[in-house]
């Protein structure tokens, strides 16, 4: 059961894995402290710093002054402001997220386009390596000029 388990744990889905969360906690860190540090202070500069948090309704019927006050009460209360301070902040992380990536994205080259290495037949159109000199699916003569091949088969 041991060597089963050793194997289990070792095997590179399970490190790959593992390396990936790893990253994420970090990364969450640092998205987390990019939003909470520097865009929402100035997202608070242009709301005048409304607070969300106390937001909300008793369901009892009564006012009360403040979240805190109603949860001192014990009073049963819908915190729709979290709610929304939450949806709001899901928002400009996922954003926020998005450039990152888009970002990173960008720093990556694309390959270069790989050299053909078929060609088609004049007769028949299917595929066949760029060296061929016969067709392996017609058996016709494939010459090196291709185009006085595809005038021929144009013309009959």
């Known amino acids: 059961m041991l060597k089963e388990f050793k194997k289990f744990a070792l095997r590179g889905n399970m490190i790959d894995l593992a390396v990936g ?5 970090a990364f969450n860190s640092i998205v987390n402290s990019l939003v909470n540090d520097i865009i929402m202070p100035l997202l608070g500069v242009f709301t005048k710093n409304i607070n969300f948090s106390d937001w ?26 979290l709610f929304l301070s939450n949806i709001l902040n899901f928002v400009i992380m996922a954003f926020v997220v998005f450039m990152i990536v888009r970002w990173i994205n960008k720093l990556h080259k694309p390959e270069p386009p790989k050299a053909p290495t ?39």
């Open 118 to 156: 078929t060609k088609k037949c004049p007769y028949c159109l299917s595929d066949i390596n760029l060296k061929a000199t016969r067709c392996s699916h017609c058996t016709a003569e494939i010459s090196e000029d291709s185009e006085e091949t595809k005038s021929e088969v144009s013309k009959a």
């Open 56 to 81: 909300f309704f008793a369901l009892d019927g009564e006012a009360y002054g403040s979240l805190a006050k109603a949860e001192e009460a014990g009073a049963a209360v819908v915190k729709y402001g």
């Open 21 to 25: 969360i790893i990253i994420g906690g």
